[in-house]
């Protein structure tokens, strides 16, 4: 900025020699504005273009300064008479396209970029911001990296990138993009906002907290402010801020179907399932195509019992980017609920292990009503999967496997209970359908038996993709300190990554042992893992595979549960897998102390 000043009063002793001249006076109005004197700029450029009123690049300059300055209008009119003066002008051209863009006029600012910019650095935000508009987030990054190369003090530019990063889930970079933004204009809401958002996706919830609370401060009217600062809250546990923040935004936006969504959810997990239903009813009926509102109301359908229309509603999760993986496209028509006897029919695994399993238990309704299956499951339980049902063909989903055809049908393994759990008593008496190995099941029980005398409880503390919304509907393994304290009971290690930190907390706190082996691979090898559960006496489990591998092989579980699990349908016990007995926190639970307390209790007897 010092080299900008000295240039400042070198041109302002040339102009004290030579007042009249237009080129000083547009000079100086530039190093003016580089130096944020707003005023000064419009006031020496105005006089410039009053001593040459033909140059049209003193129009365009004045456009970009009334524009900066706030005077939306007059840099309209700047920059429509730099084009009359020069058709074609790239740089009026450019500044015209950005306002109209701020104006919402995207027609006519796509419509100028057509008919050509040019290559100038003022081009590639317009460019950038039209990609953007477009869903062309790599392309709109390009441009506006090019445009910040030249420009790196254009806050709203830095947003812009801020938001092409995200859209390619580029969340780093994007934090910078939005630092960046916010650094340069403090007051800008949309980058505390997002910057709060990005954050919060990264886990980083404490740190988001700050920028969705000056993003509220900045602009307490605006509804969106309050719904980002809910989503911080309730991923740190907050769920009474979170939901005074949710009824403020409603309460300024009633047609903000986003947070009435968001609301739902949140009652859900506050067990306030009626009001959750109202919330989730209201975003659906502001918004029917919602597709994460739809998918947040099924999970309140089917944990209120409600099974035919919440598998109804579950069948929006291909139309977000939550439910993972992405559906398949398959040339065969989609199987539903069609009479399946001498019927091809492949089936494809969605989500995670733990739900895949669940979902698989429906199989065998297919076999029995005379289907020829075929299923795709993960890698890891392809041979668990093929020994318990024999009359399946089962692939291994990995990409490389031939599937073959052709198929009279195909669907994937989450829609199946739409046609074959459509209530409660369309679930087989007994969840267990696999199968470990003998040989695996003996070598365990040899290995368990060398521990000494005890019941064999294996133990498993959370879920493998901890996300932080997800995080607390999972005990930390402190809270898992009174079971391990209990007498009479020997440990097993079930927790399959990295926990090795939490194992020897727990042993120096507690003096319990809590056995595991290094050549075992709790994550892939789940022949093996099969073999040790079934040698266990029981497990106490987080909702995770672990919870679903015990129940399909019928073994005692307790689940420990945030309440919030929408699999039991309400009920204590799983409908999937009934040895799994499901204890969870209720609201007014203030810790995981009294569902420990009653899985306590229940080991105990």
Same mark, same amino acid.
């Given at each position: 900025?010092?080299?900008v000043?000295?240039?400042?009063?070198?041109?302002?002793?040339?102009?004290?020699?030579?007042p009249?001249n237009?080129?000083?006076?547009h000079? &100086? +109005?530039?190093?003016?504005?580089?130096l944020?004197q707003?005023e000064l700029e419009?006031?020496?450029?105005?006089?410039?273009i009053?001593?040459a009123?033909?140059?049209?690049?003193y129009?365009?300059?004045?456009?970009?300064?009334?524009l900066?300055?706030?005077?939306?209008?007059?840099?309209?009119?700047?920059?429509?008479?730099?084009?009359?003066l020069e058709?074609g002008?790239? %740089? *009026?051209?450019?500044?015209?396209?950005?306002?109209?863009?701020d104006?919402?006029?995207?027609?006519q600012?796509?419509?100028?970029?057509? +008919?050509g910019i040019?290559?100038?650095?003022r081009?590639s935000?317009?460019?950038g911001?039209?990609?953007?508009?477009?869903g062309?987030?790599?392309?709109?990054? %390009?441009?506006?990296?090019s445009y910040?190369?030249?420009?790196?003090?254009d806050?709203?530019?830095?947003?812009?990138l801020?938001?092409?990063?995200q859209?390619?889930?580029l969340?780093?970079?994007?934090?910078?993009?939005?630092?960046?933004?916010?650094?340069l204009?403090?007051?800008l809401?949309?980058?505390?906002a997002?910057l709060?958002?990005?954050?919060?996706?990264?886990g980083?919830?404490?740190?988001?907290?700050i920028?969705?609370d000056?993003?509220v401060?900045?602009?307490?009217g605006?509804?969106?402010g309050?719904?980002?600062r809910?989503?911080?809250?309730?991923d740190?546990g907050r769920?009474?801020?979170?939901?005074?923040?949710?009824?403020?935004?409603v309460?300024?936006?009633p047609?903000?179907?986003e947070?009435?969504s968001?609301?739902?959810?949140?009652?859900?997990?506050?067990?306030?399932?009626s009001?959750a &239903?109202?919330?989730?009813?209201r975003?659906?009926?502001?918004?029917?195509?919602?597709?994460?509102?739809?998918w947040?109301?099924?999970?309140?359908?089917l944990?209120? @019992?409600?099974?035919? $229309?919440g598998?109804?509603?579950? %069948?929006?999760?291909?139309?977000?980017?939550?439910?993972?993986? $992405?559906?398949?496209?398959?040339?065969w028509p989609?199987?539903?609920?069609e009479? *399946?006897?001498?019927q091809?029919?492949?089936?494809?695994? %969605?989500?995670?292990i733990?739900d895949?399993?669940?979902? &698989?238990t429906?199989?065998?309704?297919l076999?029995?009503?005379?289907?020829?299956?075929?299923?795709?499951v993960s890698?890891?339980l392809?041979?668990?999967?093929?020994r318990?049902?024999?009359a399946?063909?089962?692939?291994?989903?990995?990409?490389?496997?031939?599937?073959? +055809?052709?198929?009279?049908f195909q669907?994937g393994v989450?829609s199946?209970?739409?046609?074959?759990r459509a209530d409660?008593t369309?679930?087989?008496?007994?969840g267990a359908?696999l199968?470990?190995?003998?040989?695996?099941?003996?070598?365990?029980r040899?290995?368990?038996?060398?521990?000494?005398?005890g019941r064999r409880?294996?133990?498993?503390?959370?879920? +493998?993709l901890l996300?932080?919304?997800?995080?607390?509907h999972?005990?930390a393994i402190?809270?898992?300190?009174?079971?391990?304290?209990m007498p009479?009971?020997?440990?097993?290690?079930?927790?399959y990554?990295?926990?090795g930190?939490?194992l020897?907390?727990?042993?120096?706190?507690? @003096?319990?042992?809590?056995?595991r082996?290094?050549?075992?691979?709790?994550?892939n090898?789940?022949?093996?893992?099969? @073999?040790?559960?079934? *040698?266990l006496?029981?497990i106490?489990?987080?909702?995770?595979?672990?919870s679903?591998l015990?129940g399909?092989?019928?073994?005692?579980?307790?689940q420990?549960?945030?309440?919030?699990?929408?699999?039991?349908f309400?009920?204590?016990r799983?409908?999937?897998?009934?040895?799994?007995?499901?204890?969870?926190?209720?609201?007014?639970d203030?810790?995981w102390s009294?569902?420990i307390?009653?899985?306590?209790?229940?080991?105990? @007897?």
């Amino acid at each position: 900025m010092s080299a900008v000043f000295e240039l400042a009063q070198g041109c302002q002793a040339e102009l004290a020699a030579d007042p009249e001249n237009p080129v000083l006076l547009h000079r &100086l +109005g530039r190093l003016m504005g580089q130096l944020g004197q707003q005023e000064l700029e419009l006031a020496l450029v105005g006089q410039a273009i009053a001593r040459a009123p033909d140059m049209a690049s003193y129009h365009a300059d004045l456009g970009d300064a009334l524009l900066r300055s706030g005077h939306v209008i007059d840099a309209r009119a700047a920059y429509e008479h730099t084009l009359a003066l020069e058709p074609g002008n790239a %740089e *009026a051209t450019a500044g015209l396209a950005d306002l109209l863009l701020d104006e919402g006029d995207v027609r006519q600012a796509r419509a100028l970029v057509v +008919g050509g910019i040019g290559p100038t650095a003022r081009g590639s935000r317009a460019v950038g911001r039209l990609a953007l508009i477009d869903g062309q987030s790599a392309r709109a990054v %390009e441009s506006l990296l090019s445009y910040l190369a030249g420009a790196p003090t254009d806050s709203a530019a830095a947003f812009y990138l801020g938001v092409a990063l995200q859209a390619e889930d580029l969340l780093e970079p994007a934090v910078a993009a939005y630092r960046q933004a916010v650094g340069l204009d403090p007051e800008l809401f949309e980058g505390h906002a997002n910057l709060a958002t990005v954050l919060t996706a990264l886990g980083r919830s404490a740190e988001a907290l700050i920028n969705a609370d000056r993003a509220v401060t900045l602009a307490p009217g605006r509804a969106g402010g309050y719904l980002n600062r809910a989503n911080c809250l309730r991923d740190l546990g907050r769920l009474a801020d979170a939901r005074a923040d949710l009824g403020r935004a409603v309460a300024i936006d009633p047609g903000y179907a986003e947070a009435w969504s968001t609301l739902g959810n949140l009652d859900h997990d506050l067990g306030a399932m009626s009001h959750a &239903l109202d919330a989730h009813n209201r975003a659906i009926h502001l918004s029917p195509s919602l597709a994460q509102a739809r998918w947040n109301r099924s999970f309140t359908l089917l944990a209120t @019992g409600q099974l035919r $229309e919440g598998w109804a509603e579950y %069948e929006w999760r291909h139309q977000t980017k939550a439910a993972g993986p $992405e559906p398949r496209a398959f040339p065969w028509p989609a199987w539903r609920g069609e009479p *399946a006897a001498h019927q091809r029919i492949l089936v494809w695994r %969605e989500q995670g292990i733990g739900d895949e399993l669940m979902f &698989l238990t429906c199989l065998a309704d297919l076999v029995e009503a005379g289907a020829l299956v075929t299923v795709l499951v993960s890698p890891r339980l392809q041979s668990l999967v093929a020994r318990a049902l024999p009359a399946v063909r089962v692939l291994p989903d990995d990409g490389a496997t031939p599937v073959g +055809g052709p198929f009279d049908f195909q669907i994937g393994v989450a829609s199946l209970p739409q046609y074959l759990r459509a209530d409660r008593t369309a679930f087989p008496a007994t969840g267990a359908f696999l199968a470990a190995d003998p040989g695996r099941v003996a070598e365990w029980r040899i290995r368990l038996g060398a521990l000494g005398p005890g019941r064999r409880i294996g133990v498993c503390w959370r879920s +493998g993709l901890l996300t932080p919304e997800r995080q607390r509907h999972y005990p930390a393994i402190d809270a898992l300190r009174p079971l391990f304290e209990m007498p009479g009971l020997v440990w097993v290690n079930l927790q399959y990554d990295d926990c090795g930190e939490e194992l020897t907390w727990v042993e120096r706190e507690t @003096g319990a042992r809590i056995h595991r082996w290094s050549d075992v691979d709790l994550r892939n090898d789940f022949e093996s893992v099969a @073999g040790l559960v079934m *040698a266990l006496d029981g497990i106490v489990t987080a909702p995770t595979a672990v919870s679903s591998l015990a129940g399909a092989l019928g073994r005692p579980t307790w689940q420990v549960d945030s309440g919030s699990d929408w699999t039991t349908f309400g009920e204590p016990r799983s409908p999937w897998f009934p040895t799994v007995r499901v204890i969870g926190r209720t609201p007014s639970d203030p810790d995981w102390s009294g569902v420990i307390d009653q899985v306590r209790v229940e080991l105990a @007897g």
